[in-house]
């Protein structure tokens, strides 16, 4: 894949996926099953995902949906807050919650992409969830459209997964949260619902699976009792509500959400893909005619960072020609960060509005023993600082000043 704010060339009509071999169809008496070699979903005739085996570098296949339970359902409840409407969601909604039965549209493949369309009707509404899986990908992707017409109802999205946890992650700005899935006590009950800016993920050792969204900020995760032993947890998405006051019409309307559901024992993967989502890869045509001599080299990052996320990179404001990157501390643990960037010249701490300072990060040449001043010179283009848990820095480069000669 291309790195953060990275590019490629690519010749007119090569393929854009992953690669590998094309995913099947399967159709069968019990619904529909689609394969990549990765994974394995399986499609009652009701629209629901019965099973998704994961396949990893030949280890054991892995189930992500509990016995007995069924992935992808969508599930509504009355939603009657004791006071205001619009604001508050009341833990009794659950009480009235009830799965919406939905049915197989279409199944098809095109130009190595499955894609499964399941429409799901119900009172004065409409919903469309539409599957894909791709060639030589280990994401099951998932856009939901919903035509909601409903009045003081909530509508969820039920994910179930496989795992014996006490905790969930969530992600947000420069880093994530851990809140429990258990009730063991009133102030734990009452946080049965959770904001996540791009990504969660449940996990236990060996095993997990991330959900990345592009448009969703309401999750609740709750454990239950597994058949046989241990227990497995209850992913939900708030995708609406509908709210008489203020506004009597508050969120009717259409409305896409997108998700895409990705195995992974860590939050790490997740946490790209959920970038990979949000800001999707843009295409470009060349103009005719255009030299492609140096042009692989000219495309190539201006800066890779290891040990931090890399979150934005402009150019400074007063014109000088610098840039400034700000990177985070995403795992929660100390980190050094190595930032390369071998077009740039200098590189010193900064603080939030990019001018250097000394309360930011003590910045020095990358592999230097001994740490070095405020300011620092990288004759290779590559620098190191250190960062707290979460942490957040703004680096300030300078690009390299042309040397000139004695007397000029």
């Known amino acids: 894949g291309l790195a953060p704010m990275g590019a490629a060339l690519l010749p007119e009509g090569a393929p854009r996926g992953a690669g590998g071999p094309g995913p099947t169809i399967e159709r069968t008496g019990q619904g529909v099953v689609v394969d990549n070699g990765l994974l394995r979903a399986r499609f009652t005739p009701d629209g629901a995902v019965a099973s998704l085996l994961v396949r990893h570098d030949g280890a054991?296949?892995?189930?992500?949906?509990?016995?007995?339970?069924?992935?992808?359902?969508?599930?509504?409840?009355?939603?009657?807050?004791?006071?205001?409407?619009?604001?508050?969601?009341?833990?009794?909604?659950?009480?009235?919650?009830?799965?919406?039965?939905?049915?197989?549209?279409?199944?098809?493949?095109?130009?190595?992409?499955?894609?499964?369309?399941?429409?799901?009707?119900?009172?004065?509404?409409?919903?469309?969830?539409?599957?894909?899986?791709?060639?030589?990908?280990?994401?099951?992707?998932?856009?939901?459209?919903v035509d909601w017409r409903e009045s003081e109802k909530v509508l969820k999205l039920a994910l179930p997964v496989d795992v014996h946890t006490d905790h969930a992650v969530y992600g947000s700005q420069f880093g994530h949260l851990r809140r429990p899935t258990h009730e063991n006590t009133s102030w734990e009950a009452y946080r049965f619902e959770v904001c996540a800016h791009k990504w969660l993920h449940v996990g236990e050792p060996g095993r997990g699976l991330g959900v990345a969204n592009d448009s969703t900020y309401g999750w609740d995760i709750t454990r239950h009792s597994r058949q046989g032993a241990g227990t497995w947890s209850l992913v939900r998405a708030t995708l609406l509500r509908a709210p008489r006051f203020p506004d009597p019409r508050a969120d009717r309307g259409v409305h896409r959400f997108g998700f895409r559901l990705l195995a992974c024992p860590t939050p790490d993967a997740v946490r790209e893909e959920a970038y990979r989502l949000d800001l999707p890869v843009r295409e470009l045509a060349l103009p005719a005619g255009t030299g492609l001599a140096g042009l692989e080299e000219r495309v190539a990052p201006l800066v890779r960072a290891t040990g931090?996320?890399?979150?934005?990179?402009?150019?400074?404001?007063?014109?000088?020609?610098?840039?400034?990157?700000?990177?985070?501390?995403?795992?929660?643990?100390?980190?050094?960060?190595?930032?390369?960037?071998?077009?740039?010249?200098?590189?010193?701490?900064?603080?939030l509005h990019g001018a250097p300072s000394e309360r930011g990060v003590q910045v020095e040449p990358a592999g230097a023993q001994a740490p070095g001043g405020r300011q620092a010179g990288g004759a290779q283009g590559a620098w190191a600082f250190e960062l707290h848990p979460f942490g957040v820095a703004t680096i300030r480069l300078s690009p390299r000043r042309p040397v000139t000669g004695e007397g000029e």
């Open 60 to 145: 054991p296949a892995q189930e992500v949906v509990p016995p007995g339970q069924r992935l992808g359902v969508l599930q509504i409840a009355q939603d009657l807050p004791n006071e205001w409407d619009a604001w508050d969601l009341d833990p009794f909604y659950r009480g009235s919650l009830r799965e919406l039965a939905g049915s197989l549209e279409a199944v098809e493949e095109r130009d190595g992409v499955v894609r499964v369309v399941v429409e799901v009707a119900f009172g004065a509404s409409r919903a469309w969830l539409r599957w894909t899986l791709a060639a030589g990908s280990s994401v099951l992707g998932l856009d939901t459209e």
């Open 308 to 351: 931090a996320v890399v979150e934005s990179l402009h150019a400074a404001d007063d014109g000088s020609g610098d840039v400034l990157v700000r990177l985070y501390e995403a795992r929660g643990a100390r980190s050094r960060v190595i930032l390369s960037a071998p077009e740039m010249g200098g590189a010193v701490g900064a603080d």
